[in-house]
């Protein structure tokens, strides 16, 4: 499916045209789109949807691991559509949100007219992965909407998030107003709207490079995918997927500041890494951190959005980082490092690179993963491997390396981040556990912003 050429207005379209009109759940195979965002300041993503109603323009961080979405509620949230859950133990529990909680409906964030002090509504531990924070609040069940493909914007009235206070939003994308968890459980994001619209548990995302331009997320989607080409042809980027198994870590204990009962598996997306080469040359690893401990938890490789840069356990750093900078010294590219920037350890002055359509010219870093038959590469080029840094008060304009020391004894030794996803279509088929991945669209001529959809939740 294409987007509609027409696709730069549809966000103010939608918004003018539910004032007249409602929208229902189509009975036919739907699949919906929103923008994703690049935010300059913290260099993490956000989602752009509608909630509430009347529907309102709403910004969530994007986030690939947690279980259940969750909207700040303390903060004047204010909807004809929304409301608690009586909580019954039981049906709280079969909700998904995690873990049995209850409270009186009087102490979570939004003033329900309909509260009596006396009642007790199902609750959740809502949590900001990026500093690691947590809280305690209602769910929810609101109106969510999201335009389709095919033009209608979509009503989805039986979301249901975690309530939470806008203290959890510190060292979240600016402009946010909560989460969108597009984890592995049967509450998150992508998994409500396939359940919603009967549509397989797949999702596309199209990370863009910067943050004047979106890229785009499908939900309910295995393709096709088109984008427009430099020769304004129409390409179906499904075709150029390389396929690895998605891997299930059995053991969640970790992940979460709460620990829930019962050990569930994680809701991380993990893949087998098997080795990282620079240059077409390995990095020596110890075997024993690539793969998965069944018992605790710990090891393998997972992507996740809630760090901007791949951490990289603090041997693998050591060694990746000396073979990146011994080749990057031979005669191919004759560069020389200068004095790092935190929190990057490599770093090189601007003017001693060449620069071209896929990024600065340096040594090639390949992720060599298990395929679905043999092993498969995710290429990354300068774009993805090398990150600008400026200060021009300080007279500091570098390119430096964009993996980062993650430290020892961490439960995921190699996390790969936001700065190696930017400008690459990934695909998280949960129906079959595979991820396809294109690598950089730039050694195409292609970018994520080629999607052309507009973020009407942008602010300056």
Not at 56 to 63: I, S
Not at 175 to 195: C, D, E, H, K
Not at 292 to 313: C, H, M, R, V, W
Request: charged share 15%.
């Amino acid at each position: 499916m294409s987007l509609p050429p027409s696709f730069h207005y549809f966000f103010f379209f939608y918004v003018i045209c539910l004032l007249f009109c409602v929208c229902p759940i189509p009975t036919h195979a739907t699949v919906l789109v929103a923008p994703i965002s690049k935010d300059k300041s913290s260099n993490l993503f956000t989602l752009s949807v509608f909630l509430k109603t009347p529907i309102r323009p709403t910004k969530l961080f994007l986030d690939l691991g947690f279980l259940f979405p969750w909207t700040v509620c303390d903060a004047g949230y204010n909807s004809s559509s929304f409301h608690e859950i009586t909580c019954d133990p039981t049906f709280c529990a079969s909700l998904g949100f995690g873990a049995l909680s209850c409270d009186n409906c009087s102490d979570f964030g939004p003033p329900d007219p309909n509260c009596v002090p006396a009642n007790l509504v199902c609750g959740c531990f809502p949590e900001n992965p990026v500093i690691r924070t947590a809280g305690s609040d209602a769910v929810l069940v609101d109106t969510l909407a999201l335009p389709s493909t095919e033009g209608p914007l979509v009503l989805l009235p039986n979301y249901t998030f975690g309530c939470a206070r806008s203290t959890l939003l510190k060292g979240l994308p600016k402009n946010v107003t909560g989460l969108a968890a597009l984890g592995r459980s049967n509450v998150s994001f992508p998994a409500q709207i396939s359940a919603s619209l009967s549509s397989p548990r797949c999702f596309a995302l199209c990370f863009p490079s910067s943050s004047k331009a979106p890229g785009v997320a499908f939900f309910g989607s295995t393709g096709p995918y088109n984008v427009s080409s430099f020769s304004s042809s129409e390409i179906d980027l499904s075709k150029s997927l390389i396929y690895t198994p998605l891997i299930v870590n059995p053991v969640g204990v970790g992940d979460t500041i709460i620990n829930y009962g019962g050990n569930p598996p994680s809701n991380q997306h993990f893949i087998g890494l098997t080795s990282i080469q620079v240059n077409g040359k390995h990095v020596p690893i110890n075997a024993t951190l690539l793969s998965i401990d069944k018992d605790n938890g710990f090891g393998g490789t997972k992507i996740s959005t809630a760090t901007p840069y791949t951490l990289l356990e603090s041997s693998v750093q050591k060694a990746f980082t000396e073979l990146f900078v011994k080749e990057a010294a031979s005669s191919a590219f004759n560069l020389t490092i200068t004095s790092p920037v935190k929190p990057f350890n490599v770093c090189y002055p601007a003017g001693d690179l060449t620069v071209n359509p896929a990024g600065p010219v340096v040594p090639t870093v390949d992720l060599v993963l298990n395929g679905l038959k043999d092993d498969v590469i995710w290429r990354i080029l300068g774009a993805n491997s090398m990150v600008r840094v400026t200060n021009k008060k300080k007279g500091v304009d570098l390119w430096c390396l964009g993996f980062v020391d993650g430290g020892v004894n961490k439960k995921t030794p190699i996390v790969i981040g936001g700065k190696q996803l930017e400008d690459n279509l990934l695909q998280f088929d949960l129906e079959t556990n595979r991820l396809g991945f294109t690598s950089s669209l730039l050694s195409r001529s292609l970018s994520c912003a080629d999607f052309n959809v507009t973020d009407s939740t942008h602010k300056s």
